[in-house]
Structures are given as C-alpha cells and as structure tokens.
C-alpha cells in the first residue's frame, strides 16, 4: 500500500461532528480477519511513524471538540510519542472528546487508555469492529478473534461499535438485528458495507441493494448511526 496516497486528515460534518485522523502505528496485531487488507498500513519504524503522525496531527484545529483516532489496527499499536503529542494537541486545542479503535484482545488495556486522558478532563469513547453479533457467522467465515462473547459482554469495555454488511449469507432480518442490538447495547453504531479489496470476501451486491432500499431509508437519519457506504466515507483512508 502506497501510503502517501493515503488522506489521513478529514472533517466529519455530519451527526457527532468531529475532526478524524489516519494516523500510522506498529500494525494490527490481529491481523487475520478475512475481509480486512487495510491492516497493510503500517510500519515497524517508529521514528517515521511518529514524524507522520506529528505532521497529520498538525492539522487539528479543535473545532468541533472532538477528535477520531484511528490507525488501520488497535490504539495500542501506536508509539508512545504519538500519544504524548494526541494528548498535547487535546489540551493545546480543548478537545474533550476522544475516539479510538481497538480489536477485543487488547480489550484489558482500555481501562488504562481511560485514565490516561481523563486526568485531564478528556473523555475516551473506544470502538470495537464486531461486523455482526452472530458469533458463528463472526467467527468462522470472518475470523474476528472475538469467539462467543455476548453483546452486553464486548460494550462493558466498548463504547461503540462497528457493524460489517454486505457480505454473503446477511439478509434484511440478520442485519436489522445486528442494528438493533448494537444500539441497544453501545453508544453508537457505524455501519461498514463491504467494498471490492484485495482478500477473498467479496462484496454481495443483491445484499447490499437490500440494506440500501430497506434499512438506510429507516437509520439514514439517526444520530447514532454512521453509515459508510465507501471505507473511505469519513473522508480518510
Ligand atoms: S482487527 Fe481490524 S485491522 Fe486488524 S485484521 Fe481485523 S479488521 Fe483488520
């Protein structure tokens, strides 16, 4: 993966407004989910990682309060420069709120994630990618690494979660319910649709086409609800 290529900056202007950053880390330590290549973008240099990132966090205004950090893997594959300058820019540009992503096996360092911010009054909001609470689905077509644990299980240590559709086998019903549990049991919800990429798994347009006709219509408008139809959505990536 070509990384100068990549946007790494971006606002999002819709629903829970906030500033976005792809920033760049050791990579996933996951690794093995089947329709996932983004994990590609990573470096075991942390010196070139840490003057990326620097530069991406450079653009941060703090104008919605707000800031969304990912890193195509968990928050905890980030150098710890890196954070030292996240929790600079927060302070230096008052934002109170802060979002990270995390893959469940790192699920134990959350709590230390917490703290480390909110000494300083800013609020930490982790997200977990689940794709679907169907945990045989999950775990045997999808490789997820989360193996039967319950919804209400994941949100005592997450706060939102990401949702994966378009994929072989899902229906209206199947996906609804994904929805529905995930609002019922986190914060927020951010729906992913399959896109053509490099692994195996291939998007499933009929699908898709049934999510677009009978289930965006009725949480196109929900605040707690993001939906990318394209992974590079929030303008990142
Ligand atoms: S945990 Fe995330 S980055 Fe890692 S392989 Fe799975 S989807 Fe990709």
């Known amino acids: 993966m070509d990384n100068d290529l990549l946007t790494r900056y971006a606002e ?14 050791s990579g996933c330590k996951w690794r093995r989910c ?4 983004y994990h590609l973008d990573f470096s075991p240099d942390i ?3 840490y003057s990326l990132n620097r530069r991406v966090l450079s653009q941060v205004t703090g104008k919605y309060g707000k800031l969304e950090v990912i890193n195509s893997g968990s ?7 890196s954070f030292r300058l996240i929790l600079d820019v927060c302070l230096q540009k008052h934002i109170g709120e802060l979002h ?11 709590d230390t994630l917490r703290r480390a911010f909110t000494v300083y009054g800013i609020r930490v909001k982790v997200k977990i990618g689940v794709e679907t609470f169907d ?10 690494g989360i193996g039967e644990a319950l919804p209400q299980q994941i949100a005592a240590c ?5 949702l994966l559709f378009g994929l072989d086998g899902q229906s209206r019903e199947s996906m609804q319910r994904d929805i529905e549990t995930g609002l019922s049991c986190f914060e927020r919800v951010c729906i992913n649709i399959m896109t053509q990429n490099t692994t195996k798994i291939k998007p499933n347009p009929g699908v898709i086409h049934t ?5 965006y219509p009725l949480y196109a408008a929900n605040d707690r609800v993001d939906i990318l139809l394209e992974n590079t959505d929030f303008g990142v990536g």
Do not use: P
């Not at 819709?14 to 792809?22: D, H, M, P, Y």
């Not at 999510?211 to 289930?215: H, K, M, N, S």
């Open 34 to 37: 089947t329709f996932c290549d």
């Open 12 to 25: 999002i202007t819709q629903k829970n407004k906030r500033e976005i950053v792809l920033l760049r880390g």
């Open 158 to 162: 997450f706060d939102e979660v990401c």
């Open 135 to 144: 945990s045989r689905y999950r775990e045997e077509i999808l490789c997820k």
């Open 100 to 110: 990270f992503e995390s893959h469940w096996m790192h699920r134990d360092a959350v």
């Open 47 to 49: 010196q070139s990682n």
């Open 211 to 215: 999510f677009l006709t009978e289930l």
């Open 75 to 81: 928050f905890v594959d980030l150098d710890a420069r």
